[in-house]
Each structure stands twice: as C-alpha cells, then as structure tokens.
C-alpha cells in the first residue's frame, strides 16, 4: 500500500479521477491556448505559455489508453470549464489537463494498493496507487511523462 499524503488535489480528465499531492501542485488556472508540439510524446499535447515559460500540457489519461486508437486530439475537447493543474516536477513545470477539478480532500483514511489491471495496461507508469474507488493516486508526478517520452520531448 502507498503511503497517502495529508491533502489531495482531486481531479477528473476523461473517465479518470486522479489525486496529486497538494505540496506538488503550484496552482489550477484555466485552460489556456495549447500550441500543437510536431514529434512530441502521445502524453503531451501541445504546449501552452504560464508566466512565460514555455509548458508541455499532459493528458493524464494516456497511460490508460490505447494511445494508438484513442490519439484524438484532447486539445479539441478543452473548453471553458477545462483547467490546467500546474505541478513542478523535479525535470520540468507541466500543464496537466483537467475537466473538472473535484477540489481538495484529507487523505488520512483512504487506502490506496497498487493498480493491479490497471498497472499491466500501463507498466511504465511507476508510483501509481489506486483506491477502492477508483481514484488514481500519482506520487511521482515525473512519471507523468515516462523516460522514453522524456527523451523524445528534449529532443522536439
């Protein structure tokens, strides 16, 4: 079981709930124009401006997909109600979408396990945890993007 931090961020992108550690989310803003990136990571789908710096925008769902079929453009879908939750890895900043932002919630009591099925369709996305609910819990915010697509971003 993974240890659950004090406060989460809860958000949905998609049919995902996801929560990240409030002590690693800068701030949730409104989604802003998202500039296409050619040759960039499934993950990433676009770039967008914050307090001018230059931000990969992360579909969080893409690790759960078949990226393949499902590689519509999550750009097409943001709307005014869309927000981008600003988190500060140790790499980068990074814009992860979120349709709609659940709000903060205590973590003492929730019990999260690994994620079982949902870990074989997405083996490369390590410190994942997964609640009785449903909730994907990311303790390690840098696996949002994984080390092959790491690589691929500094290269665009």
Known sequence: MSEVPDWLLLFRT???????????VDRVIPALEVNPLPGAPASVRGVTVVSDE????????????NVERDRTASIDRLDLACR??????????LA????EVD???????LRFGQGGSLM???PE?????IGADGLIYVSNLERLISEGDEIQLQAV
């Open 14 to 24: 998609g049919s995902l709930r996801f929560g990240f550690d409030v002590d690693a």
């Open 54 to 65: 230059i931000v990969p925008v992360i579909d969080p769902t893409t690790p759960f997909k």
């Open 84 to 93: 981008f939750v600003i988190v500060q890895t140790p790499k980068r900043v």
């Open 96 to 99: 992860v979408i979120a349709d």
């Open 103 to 109: 709000g903060v919630q205590n973590g003492a009591g």
């Open 120 to 122: 074989e369709r997405a």
């Open 125 to 129: 996305l390590k410190g994942i945890s």
